[in-house]
């Protein structure tokens, strides 16, 4: 079900050359920052690099996403925005049940992986300023600490506003459906019994 199935065209910010130009504005800026104007030209390189790299993963991780769940990967990025905003739920019973896989994707995903990428993000974010205040760089470790502790505290408050909007857009569709649509083994079963959207619909692999 692509985006223009549902009559809406994908936002500009979802396409890849804006995931890439983001992370490269992102890097850059920060590296600038931190190491002043003298060493732009490599900043630069190393930005373009790493903004590649990004956004192959965050493509790559939308096709995925996409095929496990049963839509186009354009649709992704939105049904994660209305599920982040508890927004409004799709009109398409189909879609709806993409949503309800997406958000077990996404609840499977954290469960797996938070007993390691948290202490991770800290060890990185707490142990380069380490490097700094060891290399004399002091200004810049405690640049690094100001930051680490501002991105954790917001990586962890938006994690669990995340999986509280999760929980409760699950919740809504589960309990109110489409035309007395209810969610059954991953799919939605309409009126009639029939399964719309269900699993009995995805590619191979992707259950």
């Given at each position: 079900m692509?985006?223009?199935?549902?009559?809406?065209v994908?936002?500009?910010?979802?396409?890849?050359w804006?995931v890439?130009?983001?992370?490269l504005?992102?890097?850059v800026?920060i590296?600038l920052?931190?190491d002043g104007w003298s060493?732009w030209?490599?900043?630069?390189?190393?930005?373009?690099?790493?903004?590649?790299?990004?956004t192959?993963?965050?493509?790559r991780r939308?096709?995925r996403?996409?095929?496990?769940?049963?839509?186009?990967?354009?649709?992704?990025?939105?049904?994660?925005r209305?599920?982040?905003?508890?927004?409004?739920?799709p009109?398409d019973?189909?879609?709806?049940a993409?949503?309800?896989?997406?958000?077990?994707?996404?609840?499977?995903?954290?469960?797996?992986n938070?007993?390691?990428a948290f202490p991770?993000?800290?060890l990185?974010?707490?142990g380069t300023?380490?490097?700094?205040?060891a290399?004399g760089n002091?200004?810049?470790?405690l640049?690094?600490l100001?930051?680490g502790a501002?991105?954790?505290?917001?990586?962890?408050?938006f994690?669990?506003?995340?999986?509280?909007r999760?929980?409760?857009?699950?919740?809504?569709?589960?309990?109110v459906?489409t035309g007395?649509?209810?969610?059954?083994?991953?799919?939605?079963v309409?009126?009639?019994?029939?399964?719309v959207?269900g699993?009995?619909g995805?590619?191979?692999?992707a259950?």
């Open positions: 692509g985006s223009q199935e549902h009559g809406q994908q936002r500009w910010q979802d396409r890849w804006a890439g130009l983001l992370v504005v992102v890097w800026g590296r920052a931190f060493g030209p490599g900043i630069l390189v190393g930005g373009l690099v790493y903004a590649g790299f990004m192959w993963f965050v493509m939308r096709r996403d996409a095929r496990a769940v049963g839509t186009d990967a354009a649709r992704v990025p939105e049904l994660e209305r599920i982040a905003r508890n927004g409004e739920l009109e019973p189909a879609e709806q993409a949503m309800i896989r997406l958000i077990r994707r996404r609840e499977e995903k954290l469960r797996r938070r007993w390691w991770l993000l800290a990185i974010f707490f300023p380490v490097f700094w205040f290399a002091v200004g810049a470790g640049w690094g100001a930051f501002a991105f954790l505290g917001w990586m962890v408050w994690n669990r506003r995340f999986v509280r999760m929980a409760a857009m699950r919740r809504r569709i589960e309990g459906g007395g649509a209810r969610i059954e083994g991953g799919g939605v309409g009126g009639g019994g029939r399964l959207g699993a009995e995805l590619a191979p692999g259950r």
